[in-house]
């Protein structure tokens, strides 16, 4: 008796009934997932950006996102970008439903996949935006639920006629497949035909994107601005945080914001790489500016001048950092990836005339973004080829902000920005 009524008492002192250890086991559980997760989650950031746990949550999704697809590949279940892709697709695409105010419509435009926004009210002629979405030439598409509202945004506060193009994606499409598609939609949108059918004013006609829709919307705007035989001509190009060269990894920006989510400085070179269709394991190298060393002949001097970034980037932007030139790097990849060179992939590689006769632009950058001197070299050479330029810079903004104006974790510099994009436009165009 005395030894059942003290295995009781130690049942119900130390071992407890079945419910209350299944609710005890529960509980742990949650505090060790929930540190797990905040640990998963935390990051320090640097002082200054706008809503850093926001941030932060954004970043662990894509990092959660990147990791599953790194194990899927690993596993041979497929590649790592296609599920990516698939996922992000999952997560985010959307139909192409019109509202009250905008009509929405999957098309194509010069054959290449667009979504189309049409104001259903408003003036008779409207004017008229072709819009390339981010996402590292391998990601994203304008049927994605940020882009859409965006556009839809866009086309209703401007009464606009905005066309978002799904150009080809990495690695089934690699350059210059994304710009050929990019200018061809944008020659499409430009015809005669293709203005009049939307009732497009063709005096009022803007080229736009973000990232690497930025990228691809400032090569379209350099080749189509210097072809004669187009009967309209954009009269405005508005970049958003822009990916614009190649050859210095090790720009201010680069150095200050390597590790700042959600575009690090290895992820933003393994986006070039694959654009370019070059080996993946050109990486390291990249990122030892290995590729313009002063020992590779293909870059002239001149060439160099066009991103010396100590002359061309403002002192409070330039800070503490120094430039990394090697002596001596690895000759041989210039002759592997000569596209790393090419004008069409690197717009910021062009000469002063051909800057000279693109429209006036509109360039937004954050400063905690590794491509924010991109920008503000592009901004410069604009100005010094005679383009009027604004140059919108957010001091607390970081990569992709803009389009992040409408997740879950909807960001105040997201929105700030978006709205002085509009804002821009609307005075501009
Ligand atoms: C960069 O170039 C140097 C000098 O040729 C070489 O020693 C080094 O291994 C290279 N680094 C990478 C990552 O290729």
């Known amino acids: 008796l005395k030894t059942s009524s003290t295995v009781n008492l130690i049942s119900g002192f130390f071992v407890i009934s079945p419910q209350k250890s299944a609710k005890m086991r529960l509980r742990l559980a949650g505090a060790v997932l929930l540190s797990a997760a905040a640990y998963y989650v935390y990051l320090p950031l640097p002082s200054g950006v706008s809503e850093p746990w926001k941030l932060m949550l954004l970043d662990a999704l894509f990092r959660s996102f ?49 979504r189309v926004f049409q104001p259903k009210g408003g003036k008779q002629l409207k004017r008229g935006v072709i819009y ?12 994605m639920r940020s882009y859409d509202l965006l556009c839809r945004k866009m086309a209703e506060e401007l009464d606009s006629v905005i066309m978002s193009v799904d150009y080809r994606l990495a690695p089934e499409a690699v350059f210059p497949d994304q710009y050929h598609d990019a200018l061809a939609a944008s020659r499409a949108f430009l ?24 990228n691809l919307a400032a090569a379209v705007a350099q080749e189509l601005s ?74 002239s001097g001149s060439t160099r001048s066009k991103l010396d970034w100590t002359a061309l980037l403002p002192a409070e932007r330039k800070k503490h ?12 990849v210039m002759g592997k990836v000569p596209q790393l060179m090419d004008v069409r992939a690197a717009p910021l590689l062009a000469e002063q005339g051909v800057l000279g006769r693109t429209p006036k632009a509109y360039v937004m950058t954050c400063e905690f973004d590794v491509l924010r001197d991109d920008g503000l070299m592009y901004v410069r050479r604009l100005q010094s080829a005679g383009v009027a330029v604004t140059s919108d810079h957010y001091e607390d903004g970081f990569h992709g902000c803009m389009v992040f104006a409408y997740l879950p974790m909807m960001s105040s510099v997201g929105q700030r920005s978006m709205n002085n994009y509009i804002h821009w436009l609307d005075q501009n165009l």
Not at 66 to 90: E, P
């Open 66 to 114: 990147m990791q599953a697809s790194d194990v899927a590949h690993t596993l041979g279940v497929c590649h790592r970008v296609h599920l990516l892709n698939r996922i992000v697709s999952w997560v985010e695409e959307i139909e192409a439903r019109s509202c009250t105010a905008v009509h929405v419509a999957d098309s194509t435009l010069g054959g290449v996949p667009t």
């Open 132 to 143: 390339f979405h981010g996402g590292g030439w391998v990601l994203g598409s304008g049927r």
């Open 191 to 214: 015809s005669a035909q293709v203005l009049e059918r939307y009732s497009i004013d063709p005096e009022r006609v803007c080229v736009s994107g973000d990232s690497a829709g930025g």
């Open 226 to 299: 210097s072809d004669d035989s187009l009967t309209a001509k954009f009269k405005v190009q508005a970049l958003i945080y822009p990916v614009l060269q190649a050859l210095d990894f090790y720009t201010p920006s680069y150095q200050q914001n390597r590790a700042v989510p959600i575009l690090y400085r290895p992820v933003m070179a393994r986006f070039w790489l694959q654009y370019l269709g070059a080996d993946m394991s050109l990486e390291p190298l990249l990122l030892a500016n290995n590729h313009s060393s002063l020992d590779q002949p293909a870059i």
């Open 321 to 332: 950092f120094r430039p990394v030139v090697k002596e001596t790097g690895s000759p041989g």
